[in-house]
């Protein structure tokens, strides 16, 4: 499912039978998105991200201030990155490379991020709970604390 949205200027020059999808229109699809937002409804996921990826921030920011080679924590609700540096504030992507190999030896997998190869992305699922970002940083912390940094 997706949605196209525009100003009334640039539509206004599309005339009909200009643009299209595979699934326009399709009732099993259509039914198959109003269950998705029923759940996000019932489940309350947008108000466990806001507040989940809030705590998720604080956490890492606190993993920023506990090591020097976090030089950037950002993000906006679950969707959030670091950036391993050098001192210097230059990229360390070999950094990133030590804490990405022991991070996995503790059974946590990681996905990069940024131009510079020194970057660390979290994409967690919307439910997620406090605790498992806990276990997550925590790994982090632990891993990070085993290579000296």
């Given at each position: ?83 391993f540096d050098h ?60 290579l000296g940094y």
């Amino acid at each position: 499912m997706s949605a196209t949205i525009s100003t009334e200027e640039i539509m206004s020059k599309w005339l009909p039978g200009m643009h299209g999808g595979t699934f326009g229109g399709n009732p099993v699809c259509a039914a198959a998105a109003n269950a998705v937002l029923d759940e996000f409804e019932r489940q309350h996921i947008l108000e466990n991200v806001n507040a989940v990826g809030a705590y998720l921030g604080q956490r890492l920011v606190e993993l920023q201030a506990r090591h020097p080679v976090v030089g950037d924590a950002r993000g906006i609700g679950l969707m959030r990155a670091i950036e391993f540096d050098h001192e210097d504030g230059t990229p360390a992507p070999e950094v990133w490379d030590a804490v990405k190999a022991k991070a996995l030896e503790h059974h946590m997998i990681t996905l990069n991020c940024g131009v510079h190869g020194n970057g660390m992305r979290f994409a967690t699922p919307l439910n997620v709970t406090p605790d498992i970002i806990d276990e997550g940083v925590g790994i982090l912390d632990q891993s990070m604390c085993e290579l000296g940094y």
